[in-house]
C-alpha cells in the first residue's frame, strides 16, 4: 500500500533503539524527512549515517528530554514538522514495594509529561492545518500489572490523554492516535522480561522462559510496531482520530499479562 508519506516530516522521541529506531527505517522507507532525537548521540549519528542512502533528510537532535523545557527546546529545532512521533519513555517495572517515588517521578518526566509537553508545543504550530500525533504507549495501560503498576499508571493517562485530545482535534485539522503494544523484542523489553522473571520464577536469568505463555510463543517486532506507526500517521487513516490501537497477539484482550 502506497502511504502517502512522501515529502511530509517526523519528528521522532526515542529514536536510537528498538521502536524508535524501527519507526524511522520505516518512515524513511516512505520517502519521510525526519528529525530524530534521543539521549544516546552516538547512536543517533550511525542512524543517520545508515539512513543517508534512502535520500530524505535526516537531522538529528541528542539530548535529555526529561525535562519540559528540553521537550520545548526540541519542537523549535524540530521546526514545523506535520507528524509528531511520541516515543521516548521507559517507566520502571517491579511492585509497588520495590519501585521508589523518585524512580517513579523520573519515568513520568520524560514519558507522561513529555508526551504532553511535546504534543502542546506541535499543537500550537499546526492547529489550523494538517497534522498527526502518534503516542506511543504501552498495552499495560488496558491491561493492569501490579508488576509494572508504575508503567500500567502512566500509560493509562496517556491513553486517556490521547482520547481526550484526539476526540476533538480534527476540528483544528490535527489527528491524535496511540499505538499500545504489548512485548517486543528490544532491549527495554528484557529488562521488563527480568523484573518478571524475578517476581515469577525468582531467577531473572530464566526470563525467556516466559516467552511459552505469550501469543504465537514470542513478541511482537519492533517493526511490526513501527509498520502500524506508518499506517495511523499516514492520509491513508484520515479519518483516525482519538482512538488507541493495541498489538499485543491479544494479551490485553484475554485480560492477563502472560
Not at 500489572?145 to 491513553?159: K, Q, R
Not at 491524535?176 to 518478571?196: E, Q, S, Y
Not at 519492533?222 to 495511523?232: I, P, R, W
Request: glycine share 12%; charged share 25%; aromatic share 6%.
Amino acid at each position: 500500500m502506497q502511504l502517502d508519506l512522501t515529502g511530509k516530516t517526523a519528528l521522532i522521541t526515542g529514536a536510537s533503539q528498538g521502536i524508535g529506531e524501527a519507526i524511522a527505517r520505516v518512515f524513511a522507507a516512505e520517502g519521510c524527512n525526519l528529525h530524530l532525537a534521543a539521549r544516546n548521540g552516538e547512536a543517533l549519528r550511525t542512524l543517520q549515517a545508515e539512513l543517508r542512502d534512502t535520500r530524505v533528510a535526516v537531522h538529528i537532535h541528542p539530548g535529555d528530554l526529561s525535562d519540559a523545557a528540553a521537550m520545548q527546546a526540541l519542537d523549535r529545532a524540530a521546526g514545523d514538522c506535520n507528524i509528531l512521533i511520541n516515543n521516548a519513555g521507559d517507566i520502571p517495572a517491579g511492585d509497588i514495594e520495590t519501585v521508589t517515588d523518585e524512580a517513579i517521578r523520573v519515568g513520568f518526566d520524560l514519558k507522561v509529561f513529555g508526551y504532553i509537553t511535546l504534543s502542546r508545543a506541535f499543537w500550537k504550530r499546526r492547529k489550523g492545518r494538517d497534522g498527526v500525533i502518534v503516542n506511543v504507549i504501552g498495552n499495560s495501560g488496558e491491561n493492569w500489572d501490579a508488576a509494572y503498576f508504575a508503567g500500567s499508571t502512566g500509560n493509562a493517562a496517556l491513553m486517556s490523554f490521547t482520547k481526550a485530545l484526539g476526540g476533538r482535534s480534527m476540528n483544528e485539522g490535527i489527528r491524535v492516535v496511540g499505538v499500545n503494544p504489548g512485548p517486543v523484542d528490544t532491549k527495554r523489553m528484557l529488562k521488563i522480561m527480568r523484573r518478571k522473571a524475578i517476581d515469577m520464577l525468582g531467577d531473572e536469568s530464566r526470563w525467556e522462559e516466559l516467552y511459552d505463555l505469550y501469543p504465537g510463543k514470542r513478541p511482537a517486532t519492533a517493526v511490526e510496531v513501527a509498520d502500524l506507526c506508518a499506517f495511523l500517521a499516514s492520509p491513508r487513516a484520515g479519518y483516525i482520530s482519538g482512538t488507541i490501537v493495541t498489538i499485543d497477539g491479544g494479551i490485553a484482550a484475554r485480560g492477563s499479562v502472560i
